[in-house]
T-cell receptor, first 111, second 112 residues
Framework: QQQVKQSPQSLIVQKGGISIINCAYENTAFDYFPWYQQFPGKGPALLIAIRPDVSEKKEGRFTISFNKSAKQFSLHIMDSQPGDSATYFCAASINTDKLIFGTGTRLQVFP | DGGITQSPKYLFRKEGQNVTLSCEQNLNHDAMYWYRQDPGQGLRLIYYSQIVNDFQKGDIAEGYSVSREKKESFPLTVTSAQKNPTAFYLC???????????FGDGTRLSIL
């Protein structure tokens, strides 16, 4: 019940395309859903986060879509660029409890 | 600049040796964390600390130990009891548990 399932494991997108990464959870008590971006040899960096009182949050080319009834949330990267090539992690937490991370998606954007 | 410093970046350990990974933060955060990252398994929580002189086991604490004597420091010791220590270790901190976490750039530990 504490797991966060992330898919796909890897994703190849052409420059200018839309990258979509999905996460699903079981515990309806989760109330904080961040996405992290990690470049090789570096630590993850917070990209964007959402709480369940909204269905969508957009920051530049990055959008989180949240479906509370389906217990799913996704990251959309519009106009994907080669510089977006990285590993992306979704996560979830309950109030002040620790974060539960998904297993990661390796995104490669080709010119 | 405020941030999290992990050292060293690369570390090599002989069989049967304990080794300590350093993590220092100057963000004035109360909570600190240690994660282990293996290919295809994401980030798994080893230990976390909500406040000085307090820490709790995460999901994979066996073979590891920590201390939190100062707010800014949270060292991780990988003991000889950890049978498969080769991994990328990440330290993080947050204002409090459950708030956005800021990560260091990791230490890659290898067995000689």
């Amino acid at each position: 019940q504490q797991q966060v399932k992330q898919s796909p494991q890897s994703l190849i997108v052409q420059k200018g395309g839309i990258s979509i990464i999905n996460c699903a959870y079981e515990n309806t008590a989760f109330d904080y859903f961040p996405w992290y971006q990690q470049f090789p040899g570096k630590g993850p960096a917070l990209l964007i986060a959402i709480r369940p009182d909204v269905s969508e949050k957009k920051e530049g080319r990055f959008t989180i879509s949240f479906n509370k009834s389906a217990k799913q949330f996704s990251l959309h990267i519009m106009d994907s660029q080669p510089g977006d090539s990285a590993t992306y992690f979704c996560a979830a937490s309950i109030n002040t409890d620790k974060l539960i991370f998904g297993t990661g998606t390796r995104l490669q954007v080709f010119p | 600049d405020g941030g999290i410093t992990q050292s060293p970046k690369y570390l090599f350990r002989k069989e049967g040796q304990n080794v300590t990974l350093s993590c220092e933060q100057n963000l004035n955060h109360d909570a600190m964390y240690w994660y282990r990252q293996d290919p295809g398994q994401g980030l798994r929580l080893i230990y976390y600390s909500q406040i000085v002189n307090d820490f709790q086991k995460g999901d994979i604490a066996e073979g590891y130990s920590v201390s939190r004597e100062k707010k800014e420091s949270f060292p991780l010791t990988v003991t000889s009891a950890q049978k498969n220590p080769t991994a990328f270790y990440l330290c993080a901190s947050s204002i409090q548990v459950g708030q956005p976490q800021h990560f260091g750039d990791g230490t890659r530990l290898s067995i000689l």
